[in-house]
């Protein structure tokens, strides 16, 4: 289905092309780009509350600047739809997110407007500020370096140890602070209620537009005027919000609240910002979703709502006649909840995503023992060992490629002393249309190297809840890992008993001959398919769901070795360092020669896609693994008659 733009945005192939416009069809064409974000978004899918929420700003921002010349850079991503739009990519759109189509965020290789790919949160002033040094260095002194930073961003570290080096640099670099008080979920933490205090405060907002009334009128008598202004304004913010502006302690330049849906007074703004030199933080109060009301009114679940009716509202949803199976996220939301109604000690964590993770579930039945932490890696996981060492057991719940960035926290904080936290590592795996910011390549790979640390993988709901069970028993008082993917398992019927599994043992799924398949993890489920079809064709490969990366089940290892002459391990993680490498590296210590065929995400950058899309594109889905198994069936039985000859 073609979606048609308004009069406007039809003629916009580029920030030159909407400079033509007069300031007063700036309310017009930001209208016309909202409503094209709501057409397409509502046919095709993708991240919706979020773009809604700038598209005034972002309007204005290309307005103004002289982008690409002019570097903008985008936080989080998913805010960065109309700057797509507006930037010469408003065909391609009905393609973001898509298989081997536009990416959902910003990507350098995609466009020259895309000063830094981004995924993650918090990268942007750090960005913005590296190049408006580089700037400084080379002597282009005409360049403006802007970073939008909004949807909880600031909520996280990173953006504060930017800001403090920003302060000192003096750098030409604008910082805006898109104030619209959400990440997914609402922001947390004592910032919010400090921009909330900035924002609400009548006396010093209404003090603030007369003192500027009046700035306005003294400016044609010279600089010292607006000097004056600039110390009695800060005076002005610290006794009247009887705080220390905090933006301004770091030496920047603090102007606003401004509205952030208000198009042509950001123009006029922006404007009068270029020529102010030093770092400097406007602050813009916008509403996540603006215009489309049900957006506005439910942020969370507007935030990326998948296929809906533009006129009614209503959420596409698949209907079925037979009960289908939950998402991992839910099993874990639903049986943590169960776990800490039989374990007084049991606590979760999460930096930012309960909705996301559903640790949201344990939030409304105890939330005295379920925390959200903000947009907050390194500190999810240092709070967990604090939890840790008075005898609790945090269940600390971060997407796997997230985990990455607390990696020093999972190695210095935990593994180190050997504290009993649980690291649920939620989107393990491909990630599908977030594409490879969000894919969770690496967790085996980088959790196995680390010593006392305990690696596992469930193939079904039933061993999640049962790996879950038992990284809570006194026994395993360590750091214990669990990677699951995005999306549904395989049981209907998955609330069973919960069992304890021994840690380093696998389990056989069916027993074979000449080969067989070890796979970790819910890909086993394609392993089944693929052994399935073999023993269809008149082959029988054996196949062993492992569960644990580290350790490994040594003696089903000893006893595979010996009863079949070649191997295929399968993950959902990377190659280098990941399970088939531990496979290899067991095999290799024990003196067996045997072949093994290793199949898994491969060592490159995969791009955005479904996940049955990628794992076809990386030779792992039940067809690639059935290939797999068949291949090294036919060099088993070409070497057969070979080794009769030489013994």
């Keep these: 289905m073609i979606v048609e733009p308004g009069a406007l945005l039809a003629e916009i192939n580029s920030p030159d092309d909407l400079k033509k416009l007069s300031p007063d069809q700036l309310v ?40 690409p010349h002019d570097q903008l850079v985008w936080d989080v991503g998913h805010q960065a739809y109309g700057h797509k739009i507006l930037t010469g990519r408003r065909d391609q759109f009905p393609t973001n997110r898509r298989y081997k189509g536009m990416s959902g965020f910003p990507k350098r290789s995609e466009s020259e407007y895309d000063a830094f790919g981004v995924g993650h949160s918090s990268t942007s002033i750090g960005a913005a500020l590296g190049m408006a040094v580089a700037s400084d260095y080379k002597k282009e002194f005409d360049r403006q370096h802007i970073a939008v930073i909004g949807d909880g961003a600031m909520t996280a570290g990173m953006a ?5 080096h920003a302060g000192v640099e003096k750098s030409n670099l604008l910082v805006i602070l898109n104030d619209n008080c959400m990440s997914i979920d609402p922001n947390v933490g ?64 603090y102007f606003g609240p401004v509205d952030g849906h208000d198009v042509q007074h950001l123009a006029t703004i922006l404007q009068d910002l270029k020529s102010i030199p030093g770092p400097k933080l406007l602050h813009c109060v916008t509403v996540k979703g603006k215009g489309y009301a049900l957006a506005e009114k439910d942020q969370t679940l507007w935030h990326a709502p998948g296929l809906f009716d533009k006129v009614t509202g209503e959420i596409h949803t698949k209907t079925y006649e037979k009960p289908q199976p939950p998402k991992y996220q839910d099993v874990f939301g639903h049986t943590i909840v169960e776990l800490a ?38 500190h999810a996981v240092t709070f967990s060992a604090g939890l840790a060492t008075q005898g609790l057991v945090p269940f600390c719940n971060i997407y796997s ?68 069970y038992t990284a809570t028993l006194p026994e395993n008082a360590g750091p214990f890992s669990i990677r699951y993917p995005r999306g549904e398992g395989v049981m209907p019927e998955w609330r069973k008993p919960l069992k304890k599994i021994t840690v380093g043992t696998g389990r056989v799924v069916r027993e074979g001959e ?23 064709e008149g ?10 990366c580290k350790p490994l089940d040594e003696e089903m290892l000893h006893n595979i070795a010996r009863r079949y002459k070649a191997i295929v391990t399968v993950e959902d993680g990377c190659l280098p360092g990941g399970f088939g490498a531990a496979v290899l590296e067991f095999l290799a210590d024990h003196g067996y020669s045997l072949p093994v065929k290793r199949l898994g995400i491969p060592d490159r950058i995969v791009e955005h896609g479904t996940q049955d899309e990628l794992y076809k594109e990386c030779g792992f889905d039940a067809a690639g693994i059935a290939a797999a198994l068949r291949e090294m069936s036919g060099k088993v039985a070409a070497a057969a008659p070979l080794a009769t000859v030489l013994l």
């Design 341 to 378: 109604e039989q374990n007084s000690a049991i606590m979760g964590v999460t930096p930012a995503m309960p909705s996301g993770c559903s640790l949201n579930i344990m939030m409304k039945a105890m939330p005295d023992r379920a925390f959200d932490v903000g947009i907050a890696e390194q």
């Design 190 to 253: 004592a910032l919010k209620e400090y921009l909330t205090d900035i924002t609400t405060s009548r006396t010093y907002n209404k003090v603030r537009d007369e003192l500027w009334n009046v700035l306005g009128k003294l400016s044609k008598f010279g600089p010292n005027p607006q000097q004056i202004a600039r110390k009695v304004e800060s005076a002005m913010k610290a006794t009247l919000l009887k705080q220390s502006n905090l933006f301004e302690a770091l030496n920047f330049r």
């Design 514 to 536: 000449g080969v067989a398949v070890l796979s970790i993890g819910h890909i086993g489920n394609y392993a089944v398919k693929a052994t399935q079809q073999l023993v269809a």
């Design 160 to 164: 504060f140890e930017a800001l403090n």
């Design 539 to 548: 082959l029988n490969p054996g196949h062993y769901d492992m569960r644990f």
């Design 28 to 67: 017009q064409v930001s209208q016309e780009l909202r409503q094209f974000i709501i057409d397409t978004v509502s046919i095709y899918g993708g991240h919706f509350g979020a773009s809604l929420g700038v598209v005034e700003l972002t309007v204005a921002l290309h307005y103004v600047f002289n982008t």
């Design 401 to 468: 490629s997230f985990m990455q960035r607390a990696y020093d926290q999972v190695l210095h904080d935990v593994a180190l002393q050997k504290l009993h936290v649980v690291f649920c590592l939620d989107r393990a795996g491909f990630a599908g249309a977030d594409g490879p910011t969000h894919h969770g390549c690496y967790d085996l790979a980088y959790m196995r190297c680390i010593p006392n640390m305990v690696v596992s993988a469930p193939m079904n709901e039933e061993e999640l809840r049962n790996l879950m």
